[in-house]
């Protein structure tokens, strides 16, 4: 049988109020970061904004893109570069001050609308939408391929084609705006 050695007893270590001081700052330093990252956390990055009946209501989805939506609509903004917007129901009229308006882009539906000017204005129908440009250009993306729409006309659209664009009024973009 090998020979065992008997257990020797453990030297505790003196008591050390230094020792007390680094655990107790490394465990606040600890809790501290936890709860920052807690409360800057990221943003939300989805915002839903709706209206009521007879309700209006204009937002900001980035300092250079303003929202006015008609009574009884809905969009979703997406906190991205660029801001992804979706048309869920009702009117929407965009107004866009920058130089790079050629980033937002608008999803009504099936269909896809990029900015290329600066106002315009879109509407949401069961079987698709509408799109009426103020100033500028718009392009409308659908299953048949991509079509210009330019300044004072209106072209409406389906899933998958544009079923009719016309010359408007400038009083026809958007009648329900109160700046119009």
Same mark, same amino acid.
């Not at 003196?14 to 007390?20: H, Y």
């Not at 900015?115 to 939408?129: A, E, H, L, N």
């Not at 544009?162 to 109160?178: F, Q």
């Given at each position: 049988? !090998? =020979? *065992?050695?008997? #257990?020797?007893?453990?030297t505790a270590r003196p008591f ?8 107790g700052s490394i465990t606040t ?5 936890? *709860?920052?990252?807690? +409360?800057?956390?990221?943003? %939300?990055?989805?915002? *839903? ?14 300092? $250079? ?11 979703? %903004? %997406? /906190? ?10 009702? /009117?929407? +009229? =965009? ?6 308006? $050629?980033? *937002?882009? @608008? ?7 990029? $900015? &290329?000017?600066?106002? =315009?204005? @879109? ?14 250009? @718009?392009? &409308?993306? @659908? ?12 072209? $409406? =659209? ?16 958007? !009648?329900?705006? #109160? /700046?119009r």
């Amino acid at each position: 049988m !090998p =020979f *065992l050695r008997p #257990p020797t007893a453990t030297t505790a270590r003196p008591f050390s109020w230094r020792r007390i001081l680094l655990h107790g700052s490394i465990t606040t330093m600890a809790l501290g970061l936890g *709860l920052m990252s807690w +409360y800057i956390s990221k943003p %939300v990055t989805a915002r *839903l904004h709706e209206t009521g009946p007879g309700q209006h209501l204009t937002i900001k989805a980035t300092p $250079d893109i303003s929202i006015s939506l008609d009574a009884d609509s809905a969009i979703t %903004v %997406v /906190n991205s570069q660029p801001p992804r917007i979706e048309l869920l129901r009702g /009117n929407a +009229y =965009f107004d866009v001050t920058s130089k790079d308006a $050629d980033k *937002l882009e @608008v999803k009504v539906g099936e269909a896809r609308i990029k $900015d &290329i000017g600066t106002r =315009f204005s @879109v509407k949401m129908q069961p079987d698709g939408g509408s799109v009426a440009v103020a100033d500028g250009q @718009v392009e &409308i993306h @659908v299953a048949t391929g991509t079509y210009l729409v330019s300044a004072r006309e209106r072209a $409406d =659209f389906d899933g998958t084609r544009i079923t009719g664009h016309r010359l408007i009024a400038e009083a026809d973009i958007a !009648p329900w705006h #109160p /700046n119009r």
